[in-house]
């Protein structure tokens, strides 16, 4: 609480040290044209984003990613068709799929009961 209560009157001193502040002349007509600079100065995109806006506005590029997307994707789903699954014995979903009764299903449990408030 102390170093609170320190630190909140160093604050304040500071503020009122820099109430007193003024910018230099010139530097509010300076600030806009200084900042369109800058702005206009910096490139818009990476170097990388300029290349696939390029390639993107060719025709064939857009075919030839959509194709090659949709190959991944269909390749994708032929091999987790095609992968073999072999449930483990002490999966529940085994159990339950092995025996169509519901003696697979344990029963034994007890529902939670909480205490009382």
């Known amino acids: 609480m102390q170093q ?3 630190s909140f009157e160093s604050l ?12 230099p002349p010139r ?4 600030l806009a044209s200084r900042t369109l600079r800058k702005i206009e100065s910096t490139p ?3 170097a990388w984003e300029a290349w696939l806006d390029r390639m993107f506005a060719y ?12 190959l991944l994707v269909g390749g994708l789903v032929v091999t987790a068709l095609m992968a073999p699954h072999e449930p483990s014995e ?3 979903t085994a159990n339950l799929l ?13 529902p939670l009961s909480l205490p009382p408030q």
């Open 12 to 23: 304040q001193r500071l503020l009122a040290l820099k109430r007193h502040e003024t910018p």
């Open 4 to 6: 609170e209560q320190e």
């Open 27 to 30: 530097f509010l007509d300076d």
């Open 98 to 110: 092995a025996a169509p009764n519901s003696s697979a299903i344990n029963t034994s449990l007890k």
């Open 90 to 92: 002490t999966s529940a």
């Open 44 to 46: 818009a995109t990476s």
């Open 59 to 70: 025709r064939w590029f857009q075919t030839a990613a959509a194709s090659g997307m949709a």
